[in-house]
Nanobody
Framework: QVQLVESGGGLVQAGGSLRLSCAASGFTFSSNAMSWVRQAPGKGLEWVSDINSGGHSTYYADSVKGRFTISRDNAKNTLYLQMNSLKPEDTAVYYC?????????????????????WGQGTQVTVSS
């Protein structure tokens, strides 16, 4: 079955760096777009970054643009998030998620569902 296992979280001081990993199994990783999503304490889910199946196209939320880098190693079935210049507001549980099937519908393309599998999450805490 599909499994996504995040690792690499921890406690870091503001201005520091951390690299998160997501080990994927149970599906053809190289054929699927992937995302990082986070949830701060008491807040809802916030989309962070997307990467397409081949790793050539990446997208970032404005809040992390220029500081975070998403990447993937399809040979190792692993997704990464390099986090630099960390701020206290980056404190959250970080999840990797598998995006659904890219489908043409009603004159537009959609991932249906937007996400179909999630990891268990890894805690990132940035102290001031």
């Amino acid at each position: 079955q599909v499994q996504l296992v995040e690792s690499g979280g921890g406690l870091v001081q503001a201005g520091g760096s951390l690299r998160l990993s997501c080990a994927a199994s149970g599906f053809t990783f190289s054929s699927n777009a992937m995302s990082w999503v986070r949830q701060a304490p008491g807040k809802g889910l916030e989309w962070v970054s997307d990467i397409n199946s081949g790793g050539h196209s990446t997208y970032y939320a404005d809040s992390v643009k220029g500081r975070f880098t998403i990447s993937r190693d399809n040979a190792k079935n692993t997704l990464y998030l390099q986090m630099n210049s960390l701020k206290p507001e980056d404190t959250a549980v970080y999840y990797c998620a598998k995006k659904g099937q890219l489908t043409y519908y009603g004159r537009s393309y959609y991932y249906i569902p937007a996400y179909d599998y999630w990891g268990q999450g890894t805690q990132v805490t940035v102290s001031s």
